[in-house]
C-alpha cells in the first residue's frame, strides 16, 4: 500500500479517554520545558481532545546518532501533516530515553567512514567502565574542551577529504561548520550527556529539517510522576506479563532471553545513579541490589499509593514502556527502529493482547543510506584504478569477478617468478601489488558497509537534499503487512552530488556491490 493507503488506516484507531488527554497536555508542558532547555522555539499550542491522533516514537539520545534515527522523527512529521489535511487533529511525540544504562558505545561515540583498518574512524568519547551501570542521565557531559576538539578533528577530516576528492572544501567547511555549531551551542547547554545529545537531536530536527514534533526526557515524566496509574495495573499483572513475555519469545525464536518467573518489568533509581533490575520478594515486595554501588533496594506492596511514593525512582524495560506508553498516551502509531525494536514490539504486543490492552500501528523503515561523500568518493575511485575497472562494472555486478581477475593474474605471475627465479625485484613488486589490493579492497568495502554517523551525510549535502530524497523515498514506498507491523521499503535514492559514472538510482546496487567485497577480499 502506499502511504496515504497507510495513513487512512491510522484515522480512528483509538479515541482518547480523560486520563489520556491529561497525560498529553501534560507531557506538552514538559516538552515546552525541554524546547526551552535545548533553544528552541515553542510550538504553537495544541488542543487536546478525544478525537485527538496520538503518533508516538522515541529514542536512547546517541551522540550524532545514524541517519535511521532522525527518520523516526522525519516519518513522525509527514504522516502527522497528511493526517491535519484530511482534517484531523495529530500530534507527533518523540521522546529521549536518557535513562537507560549507559552499556551501549553509541551513546557517547559513532563512527565516519575512514581510510583505515575497517574502513571506519570511531568518534566521540568513551564512558568510563565504572560507569556502564550508571543511569545516562547522571554522566557528566565531556569537558569543553574536549567537546570542541571532537568537533574539529570531525571538521578537519571532512576539508582532508573534500581536498582529496576535488570537492569545495569551503562549501564542506561551512555546510557541516554550522552543524557542528548546532552541537556545540547543545553542549554548552545541557546539563549532562544525553540532554547535550538530544538538544542537538532536536534542533537539527526543527532548525535544518523543519519537523514539527513535540520533544520530551523520559527522564522528566518519571519525575512528574506521569503514567504512574498505567504502570501500577501492568505491576500488577506482573504473573501473565511474565509468562506472555517467555511465550512470545519461544513461539516466535525472537533472539531475547527469557525472563526469570519473579522478574518484575521496572528498574528502581539508586542514589549512586544506577539501575537496579527487580524480582519479587516476601510478601509481595519487589527488591534488586545496585550494580554500581551494592546497596539494596526494596519497593513496598503492589498498591498505587506505594508506587506513586516511589515513581520519582522507577523506570520502565523496554516491553514495559511500549506497553504502558500505548495505553497512558492512547497512542495510534509507533515510529520504530527496525532492529531489536520490533523483536521487544512482538512481546509488547502479544502481552498487551492477552492483558486486553489496546495495541497500536506499528511502522518501520529499514533503509540503507546510499550516496558520494568525500570519503566514498577517493575510495570508488581508487578502487577503479587499482584494478582497471569500468564504471558499469560497479554498478552491474561484475565488480567482485572483475577484481578476482586482476588477483588471480597476480598470483599467476608470483606462482610464474618464483617458479623460474629470475627478477626477484619484480617478484616483490607482484607480491607488493597483490598485498595492497586486498588490503585497498577490504578498506572500500568497509567504507561501503558501515552505518555512519548523519555527520558524515552533512557533510556532502545541505539538510533539504537529504529531507528531498526522504520524502521521494517516502512516497515511492511500498508499506506492507509483515506479521504484527507494518514495514515501509523504498531505497533512498539520494542524488549523485556530480559523479558522473554513477547514476543516482544505481547508487543502491552499487552500495551493495562494494559493501559485499570485503568476503571477497
Known sequence: MTIDEFVSRIAGRRRLNPRQQGNLNRILAISDRFSRDAGIPQSEPEQIGADTIVLESGHQPNFLPFPGVWRKAFLLDRIRKRLQERGHDTIAVFGFADQNQSTA?????????????????????????????????????????????????IEAHYIEHAQRARLDPAATK???GAILEVLRQSHERAENFPDANAFFFARISAEAFGLDVRFFRYSDLQQAGIFAEETNELRSHREGYVRHYNAAIAERSLNIPPVRTDHVPLWY???????????????????GTCPACGTPATLDNISLPALEAHYGRIGLSAVARNIVFAEGLGTSLFLSGAGGGLQYGQIADRISRELGLPVPETLAWPARDCYLGAVQRIALLDLIKTFDLESREVADGLLAEKIEETRAALRQEIA?????????????????????????????????????????????????????????????????????????????LYDNGGFQQIEPRDLPQVCRHLASLEAAA
Open 269 to 287: 533509581h539508586c542514589a549512586c545513579g544506577g539501575k537496579v533490575a527487580l524480582a519479587t520478594g516476601d510478601e509481595g515486595t519487589s527488591e
Open 416 to 492: 610464474r617468478l618464483k617458479e623460474t627465479g629470475e627478477n626477484r625485484k619484480r617478484l616483490k613488486q607482484y607480491e607488493g601489488r597483490l598485498k595492497d589490493s586486498a588490503t585497498r579492497t577490504a578498506i572500500v568495502a568497509g567504507i561501503f558497509a558501515a552505518h555512519p554517523s548523519i555527520a558524515d551525510l552533512f557533510a556532502c549535502m545541505d539538510p533539504d537534499r537529504i529531507i528531498a530524497a526522504w520524502d521521494d523515498a517516502a512516497t515511492r514506498a511500498d508499506f506492507r503487512r509483515e506479521g504484527d507491523f507494518c514495514i515501509m521499503h523504498a531505497p533512498i
Open 105 to 153: 558505545s553509541l551513546l557517547a561515540a559513532n563512527q565516519i567512514p575512514a581510510f583505515k583498518k575497517g574502513g571506519r574512524e570511531r568518534i566521540g568519547f568513551a564512558i568510563r567502565e565504572k560507569d556502564r551501570w550508571r543511569r545516562f542521565d547522571a554522566i557528566p557531559k565531556p569537558d569543553p574542551e574536549d567537546w570542541q576538539a571532537e568537533i574539529s578533528k
Open 174 to 176: 561551512a555546510r557541516l
